[in-house]
């Protein structure tokens, strides 16, 4: 489908972009405002958003899965109104307790909105509320495109009292966990989220 706008074949025209090509670039550039502005809430953490930020020299295709040497993710830690419990899933595939996330989509704009979103879809509560301040920043491989990295940034989010759980497609079971009695076998990375949630949630709680 042609761009409006766009006469195909003329010389001094630009091509036109990829559909979604907009949004993409908007979401880059909130994940680089992000992570340059942010924290970091540890050594490890520090240096994974620095390689973060080194990955997003290569443009909007950094937050694209299609990208191998790696891309943006997103992921969040619920937690519920009262700060005593956490919501993890059972993933399906690697068949881990880990917290709700998985990669960026051409309808996000920022990337506490894509962790908001992917949490909203794998957990079906309504009501969420995510901190745009990120907790924690992680590298790992993954089997996208036959080998990857997933950089991920990851979120608190909060639950409204009386919150029901649904399971979703993307996972096996899903389960509310004293925050100092998380599940086993619990994906690495994911215990390291919990001090950080829990000091958001209580800067939530402070501001009122």
Known sequence: MSTPGVVLGQADSPPARPAGAAEVAALHAD??????????????????????????????????????????????????????????????????????????????????GAALREATEESGIAGLVVDPVPIDVDIHPVACQGGSLHHDVRFAVFAPAGAREQVSDESEALGWFPPDRLPEPLAGGTAQLVAPGLAALRRRSAAG
């Not at 993710?73 to 068949?95: E, I, N, P």
């Open 31 to 112: 994940a680089l405002a992000v992570l340059r502005g942010w924290t970091a809430t540890g050594p490890a953490a520090a240096q994974a958003r620095d390689r973060t930020v080194e990955l997003l020299a290569a443009g909007p295709v950094a937050m694209e899965r299609t990208h191998r040497p790696g891309h943006v993710t997103a992921s969040a830690l619920v937690l519920d109104a009262t700060g005593t419990r956490v919501l993890l899933c059972l993933h399906g595939k690697f068949r881990k307790w880990v917290q709700l996330g998985g990669h960026c989509e051409p309808t996000d704009r920022t990337l506490a």
